[in-house]
């Protein structure tokens, strides 16, 4: 606009440029010239005046054409470049100025093409090395990850709040296994990313612990706490707390390493107690032996009567003292083993090990016989290892067996692992010098000798003949274990990393629902349940629900909740294609009042999301009076939500929003499968929503009641 | 007139060696088989000295060493705690209570022999 003005000014200053001076002039002249010379000129000019007014009107065309083509170049093109430009500062980094009009103004692009492109190089500089750095920071955390999942331990750690953004298969596990009821199918329930640490653990103890250690940071001393708490289930557990530091030195959270010593603490009782009936229960008994027989010392001129009841006395005490002491023997057998640390370990694994290091440093070959591969044994592999290897080179060096065979067998509580060679017959007190000797294997050396190995494991070693067969044998007795009963490896969903840490819930200060957070930052459950039908009201039951959880805009395919119902009623035929549930499969299976409540406790503190949420929550409601559990949280319909985005299409079914977002999963219509694929199809609708400006929850309700009431009314 | 003994167990094979014993030592000898048995015989028998068990059914010896001690009539009266509970906190809380001494099981009769003439002969 204002360039045009400039134009029409110039026009303007033109015009007066060819015509001014002339007039001027002539008026000048006018004024000096008498009258008959004015008449003169009036004619000769008069008669002449069209000639020079075209003339000028010609110059002035010319002129102006000049000035417009300038004007076209200089500054409407240079106008031009600058939005370019602008353009190629903000929306378009890659937009480039097309060198254009005179060869200034083509300089002038080409400088700035310059400049953008050694921009582009540097920002590209700086985008590599971020991304360079966010690599190696997610390569740490996934090595943290990857660390922490393969721990013996329990890690659980928590921000401030107490929620959990990070747990390690192990606390899974052990959690799982204190979980009550039908809470152990859901994965354990009880711990996930996002959830709260006291529903676990005693609140109380947990920041009395923290307590502890922000005193200890403040005196200087190591920031660490320990407390012993009980579950629910009134198992025992020992929680060692460290904090987690934040970088002015402030506490963001905590480790909490935890133990079930439930079993050790037990163990410990009855060991106290064994000793218990071996010291004390002696003292009456022996005082009882030993107050009889001084006085049958003191007095041996006693009457024969009173002589016979004094050793009466002595032979009732002994006897029943021998009792007790078998009985305590054999009840207390395990717990009066030596404390060595043993670990339960497969007796094959132990032999396969031995058989490797033998061949190796001893080029002795090795064989096994009956070996019982499911035999589990207390040991210490190390060293058990170390003795197997320390008898096959003194047998090597005193024997020269051509191989060695191995067997494994047992027989009630004892394992049998027998070390079988071909050749003489040895003395036992050879065996017993070796038993006496430092082991030396190789050029390694063991501190202990045979028989401290075998006293650690509270086992026996034995030599003996098979006189038919002209061979012989070691035979190693050994503890057999009781495995801890840990849940059977469940098959992974998913590849890759597992999900069980969310460092970004060290900023997640609150968790419970607030209906003006954003979409992104609250904790959902997606969840779908299979029926016998599609009438609630008319007795169909359901029979399978399947959740997850979103926390932090992730889908935690770790955390997730499915089980089989048993409807009380027979099932559909026409249903079973559909959702692949058999009467076998749901026979035996608990029944909706068991697995409502662990649902329920499952969902705590989550928004819930379903696809056609209305049918689902149908049948949750119709159970309320029944089971006394009511869903009172939010739901979240990506039905719904799907019509909010897309209000221009037809279907928004399932499978069609997953093809028109991009959402591929394998199976479907399985309850678990389905609510996967429903979570996946809420995450991708978030930024959806939010490019039409709806960012919260509350808001997220309100467009889907308003699509829902306009599709009731057409 | 010879120093009275009551002595005072639940188990007959610790009870005839006592009493065995201390007949000969020549004391007049007196038994009960648990702590109400024992408060009664205090007040029939009369003992100058108690030799008290302490692992006892219905009351345990401690309960019955604190009963007798309530008694300030009974001030002059000897009680040996006879037991099998060692644990040093077990005998610190016998002597608190007011046993005038703490013999664990076993021990010897001689011994034994010799506190108690000591306890009555102070008396």
Redesign the interface.
């Known amino acids: 606009m204002k360039a045009k003005y400039r134009f029409i000014a110039a026009i303007v200053v033109l015009a007066l440029l060819m015509t001014g001076p002339f007039v001027v002039t002539s008026l000048l002249v006018w004024l000096d010239m008498k009258d008959a010379e004015r008449t003169m000129l009036t004619e000769l000019l008069l008669s002449r005046l069209p000639v020079g007014t075209l003339m000028t009107l010609f110059g002035f065309a010319i002129g102006a054409a000049v000035l417009h083509k300038l004007f076209k170049q200089y500054v409407e093109g240079l106008l031009r470049m600058a939005e370019t430009l602008r353009l190629m500062l903000g929306a378009n980094r890659d937009f480039r100025v097309t060198p254009d009009g005179p060869p200034e103004v083509r300089q002038l692009a080409q400088a700035a093409n310059d400049l953008a492109a050694q921009r582009d190089a540097l920002m590209d500089d700086v985008d590599a090395q971020i991304a360079r750095a966010k690599a190696s920071v997610e390569e740490e955390k996934n090595r943290l990850a990857a660390l922490m999942s393969e721990l013996a331990q329990a890690v659980v750690v928590c921000n401030l709040d107490g929620r959990i953004l990070l747990y390690n298969n192990r606390a899974r596990l052990q959690f799982k296994a204190l979980a009550q009821g039908p809470t152990s199918v859901s994965g354990g329930a009880l711990i996930g990313l996002g959830r709260s640490i006291f529903s676990i653990l005693d609140k109380g103890q947990v920041e009395h612990a923290r307590e502890v250690i922000v005193q200890r940071l403040a005196a200087g001393k190591m920031p660490m706490a320990h407390f012993i708490t009980t579950t629910r289930g009134g198992q025992l557990l020992r929680v060692q707390m460290v904090p987690v530091m934040a970088g002015e030195g402030g506490l963001s959270g905590y480790v909490l390493t935890v133990e079930n010593i439930t079993r050790s603490i037990e163990e410990e009782e009855r060991r106290d107690q064994a000793l218990h009936t071996l010291t004390q229960g002696s003292r009456s008994a022996i005082g009882n032996i030993r107050a009889a027989v001084a006085n049958l010392l003191d007095y041996p001129d006693m009457e024969p009567e009173l002589r016979e009841r004094f050793l009466r006395v002595i032979d009732d005490e002994v006897a029943r003292r021998s009792v007790v002491i078998d009985q305590t023997m054999s009840q207390f057998s395990d717990s009066m083993k030596t404390r060595w640390p043993l670990e339960d370990i497969l007796g094959i694994d132990v032999i396969a090990a031995a058989q490797r290091r033998i061949e190796d440093k001893l080029k002795l070959p090795t064989k096994t016989e009956e070996l019982d591969d499911a035999l589990w044994m207390r040991a210490d592999s190390y060293s058990l290892i170390f003795a197997l290897g320390f008898l096959a080179s003194k047998l090597q060096d005193h024997y020269a067996p051509r191989e060695l065979r191995f067997r494994l067998s047992s027989e009630g509580r004892l394992a049998y692992l027998d070390l079988i060679w071909s050749g003489p017959a040895m003395s036992s007190e050879t065996f017993y010098t070796w038993e006496m000797e430092v082991m030396q294997f190789g050029s390694e050396t063991s501190p202990l000798t045979l028989r401290e190995v075998i006293d650690r494991h509270g086992g026996e070693i034995w030599y003996q003949r098979e006189k038919a067969a002209h061979r012989a044998f070691f035979r190693f007795v050994l503890p057999v274990a009781t495995p801890e009963t840990e849940a059977a490896p469940e098959e992974r969903r998913v590849t890759g990393r597992p999900e069980y840490y969310d460092f970004d819930l060290f900023k997640f200060e609150d968790a419970s629902i607030d209906l003006d957070r954003k979409l992104s930052e609250l904790a959902y459950t997606v969840f779908d349940t299979e029926t016998t039908g599609l009438e609630p009201s008319n007795g169909d039951e359901i029979i399978q629900i399947g959740a997850a959880r979103i926390v932090n805009n992730r889908l935690l395919r770790q955390e997730v909740f499915n089980q089989i119902v048993d409807p009380e009623r027979p099932l559909r035929p026409e249903g079973i294609p559909i959702h692949g549930i058999t009467e076998d499969m749901v026979r035996g299976q608990p029944t909706i009042d068991v697995v409502l409540p662990a649902f329920h406790e499952f969902c705590e503190e989550t928004v819930l999301i379903a696809h056609n949420a209305a049918f689902d929550m149908r049948f949750l409601q119709l159970k309320e009076e029944r089971t006394g559990i009511r869903f009172g949280q939010p739901v979240l319909d990506t039905l719904l939500l799907s019509a909010v985005a897309h209000p221009n299409q037809e279907s928004h079914k399932l499978d069609d929003i997953m093809t028109r977002l991009g959402v591929v999963i394998g199976k479907r219509h399985n309850a678990l499968e389905d609510a996967l694929a429903t979570g996946e199809v809420f995450l991708k609708l978030v930024p959806l929503l939010e490019e039409q400006g709806i960012v919260t929850v509350r808001q997220a309700l309100e467009a889907s009641e308003k699509t829902y009431f306009a599709r009731v009314k057409y | 007139m010879a120093n009275k003994i009551l002595i005072v167990d639940d ?1 007959p ?2 009870v ?3 009493e ?2 201390m007949k ?1 030592e020549g004391f007049e000898i007196a038994v009960a088989a648990d702590g109400d048995e024992a408060l009664a015989k205090v007040d029939s028998f009369a003992p100058d000295l108690v030799l008290l068990d302490v692992m006892m059914p219905k009351k345990s010896g401690y309960e019955v060493c604190e009963a007798l001690r309530a008694d300030p009539a009974r001030a002059g009266l000897k009680i040996v705690m ?5 644990r040093d906190t077990e005998v610190a809380k016998g002597l608190a209570i007011g046993a005038d001494a703490y013999v ?7 011994d034994l022999v010799v506190r108690v003439r000591e306890l009555l002969g102070g008396a």
């Open positions: 188990e094979n610790i005839i060696s006592l065995f014993l000969k006879l037991t099998a509970k060692g664990t099981k076993p021990f010897s009769t001689k």
